[in-house]
Nanobody
Framework: QVQLVESGGGLVQPGGSLSVSCAASGNIFRIYRMGWYRQTPGKQRELVASITAGGITNYADSVKGRFTISGDNAKNTMYLQMNSLKPEDTAVYYC??????????????WGQGTLITVSS
């Protein structure tokens, strides 16, 4: 099995900054891509940002210029630095990892989610 553990969520004021991380562990052969998604009640989960093992990043238009995703391949860990946060960034943020497990089977794992609330 593969586990994704998120950390760093919480309450922040509008305009503030917050950093979250996601560490993958378990029966992993290789991770090709990791990403952050977010979801609010009544809405579909949406991609926030992703990064490949080669360092190629992708961002939702709504967070470009404010959020920065980075990764440490050796640690199977991903980070998301969020600046200039807005109330509309409030959501449960989920970590996702895609790759191959130790049995060379497709891996598509999700974290448990961490709540980020942007409010004064």
């Amino acid at each position: 099995q593969v586990q994704l553990v998120e950390s760093g969520g919480g309450l922040v004021q509008p305009g503030g900054s917050l950093s979250v991380s996601c560490a993958a562990s378990g029966n992993i052969f290789r991770i090709y891509r990791m990403g952050w998604y977010r979801q609010t009640p009544g809405k579909q989960r949406e991609l926030v940002a992703s990064i490949t093992a080669g360092g190629i990043t992708n961002y939702a238009d709504s967070v470009k210029g404010r959020f920065t995703i980075s990764g440490d391949n050796a640690k199977n860990t991903m980070y998301l630095q969020m600046n200039s946060l807005k109330p509309e960034d409030t959501a449960v943020y989920y970590c996702n990892a895609e790759g191959l497990d130790s049995g060379y089977r497709d891996l598509d794992a999700w974290g448990q989610g961490t709540l980020i609330t942007v409010s004064s």
